[in-house]
């Protein structure tokens, strides 16, 4: 009976080792087919990060994406692993995107083939619970791909019109007379043009990034999360616009020079760290009036 015993331990350790074997060979063999299918993406979309100072913040996205991960790590590890076939699928259907965009030389749907490729891989070899517990770092990586051209030049005029008509409604409250033609606002001492640069589109992209890092950061409510992602839209167009009316009254009531060189971009950084300065303060006064409401109906903080 001892030796039997002994023989089904060995037996079972053995079986044991060899799926442990197999599950390294299958994640090599993975690792191996990823890169060759997406070396050339990524090296290209970190590329972009880098020449275009619209998406520079994509550098950061991912590196956030792995602290989430490892704070969470011993969450992550209690979880069990139950392996799912469904994620078959979407891994097929990330191949069809994949096949679709570097066909139709669409770098956008390349690239967001790679996250619906790590999405279905999670739900292969962990399952759905898995996919459920690692959804928020997943979904953060979108914000690393840079927006569609047709989309991100559809969104580049109506904020330089939004921009241009707020600046020219608030400049005149400060005596500065305007008139505006489309993204041209005619002051006395000279024309500023709201160009593709000034439209506040790259405050916007990386004022959204940022408010999801710090939701993250500062509390675990989602509501609260969502709310500052949402609220960023809107801050980033007031700073945008707020950057226009002070060039405005620097060209007005200094020079007209100030309106480019140092003075332009320094009026950028300051009203990029105004928007933080808001949405810190949004942030403060919702959580506050959340804490009040939970008072006054007898709840604990």
């Known amino acids: 009976m001892n030796q039997l015993t002994q023989l089904e331990s060995v037996s079972e350790e053995f079986s044991i080792a060899s799926r442990s074997y197999t599950v390294w060979w299958q994640a090599v063999v993975l690792i191996l087919l990823m890169i060759w299918l997406y070396s050339s993406i990524v090296f290209h979309l970190a590329l972009q990060w880098w020449q275009d100072p619209n998406f520079s913040h994509g550098f950061f996205v991912p590196a956030f994406s792995i602290f989430v991960l490892w704070r969470d ?21 990330s191949m069809c995107v994949l096949i679709v965009g570097v066909l139709g030389a669409e770098l956008f749907l390349s690239r967001v083939s790679l996250l619906l490729l790590l999405a279905g891989l999670i739900v292969v070899f962990f399952g759905t619970g898995y996919f459920r ?46 008139l505006r033609e489309g993204n041209i606002i005619n002051l006395p001492a000279m024309s ?8 506040g589109i790259r405050s916007l ?9 710090y939701g993250y950061a500062v509390s675990s409510m989602k509501w609260l999360r969502v709310a500052l992602v949402l609220a960023a839209v809107p801050i980033a167009v007031v700073a945008n616009s707020l950057r226009i009316v002070v ?55």
């Not at 209690?78 to 078959?88: A, E, F, T, V």
Request: hydrophobic share 55%; aromatic share 12%; glycine share 6%.
């Open 73 to 93: 790590r011993s969450r992550l590890l209690s979880l069990p692993r139950q392996p799912s076939s469904w994620g078959l699928l979407i891994v097929a259907f």
């Open 133 to 178: 517990a690692v959804l928020f770092p997943l979904s953060f990586l979108l914000l690393m791909i840079p927006i569609p051209t047709i989309v991100f030049n559809q969104i580049t005029l109506p904020l330089q019109i939004l921009a241009s008509k707020a600046a020219a409604a608030f400049l005149p409250w400060l005596g500065v007379p305007v």
């Open 192 to 199: 500023l043009e709201v160009a593709e640069a000034c439209s």
């Open 205 to 213: 992209v990386s004022l959204v990034t940022l408010a999801a890092i």
């Open 247 to 301: 060039t405005g009254l620097l060209v007005q009531y200094w020079s007209p020079d100030k309106a480019e060189g140092f003075f332009h971009s320094f009026s950028g950084l300051l009203m990029f760290l105004a928007s933080l300065a808001m949405l810190f303060v949004l942030q403060q006064a919702l959580v506050r009036g959340y804490r009040g409401r939970r008072r006054s109906r007898g709840f604990p903080h």
